[in-house]
């Protein structure tokens, strides 16, 4: 059998991608490149990089099929020309944080944010990173002869929100 997330990758990091494109438009907004040492830097005033980092599973749940909650952590790498000032690093640290911190991407839980560290300064650009973290729910998906009644829908409830996650057909 092999496990299926109702919501996963793709969508976490496309969210993330649309959100800050969407409120934050003076500055550059990528997915994190393939080959990040030959990235060079092109916006004006800077980018925002965005990369998927990894997941911790809890213990499976005592259902008779694997269900595990994921916590999925989610990089936003800020890339800058200016340490301070009104262009610089320190400012979009604190867009980064302000428009994803708290904001819940269908699915998911409210992003929360986990750690924020410098990286690396280079060829005159700061590097700083921010991770946020999520979770969701993993869940098997049986083999073909042993489907039984489908599930069609998952229902995540907390305190308080209440989210609805279609499963894949």
Known sequence: MSPVTPVGITEL???VLARLA???????????????????????????????????????????????????????????????????AYVMLELARVTLAGWRIAGFTKLSLVRERFLNRGEGVWLYAQTFATTTVAVELPDDEELGPVLERLRLESTYTISEIPTPP
């Open 13 to 15: 990091e496309a969210g």
């Open 22 to 88: 969407a409120k934050i438009d003076d500055y550059g907004v990528e997915a994190y490149p393939d080959k990040p040492e030959t990235h060079k830097l092109r916006h004006q005033r800077g980018a925002f990089l965005v990369a998927y980092r990894g997941a911790d599973y809890d213990a499976v749940e005592d259902t008779g099929d694997v269900v595990q909650t994921r916590r999925m952590l989610i990089d936003v790498v800020t890339e800058c020309r200016q340490l301070s000032g009104h262009d610089g």
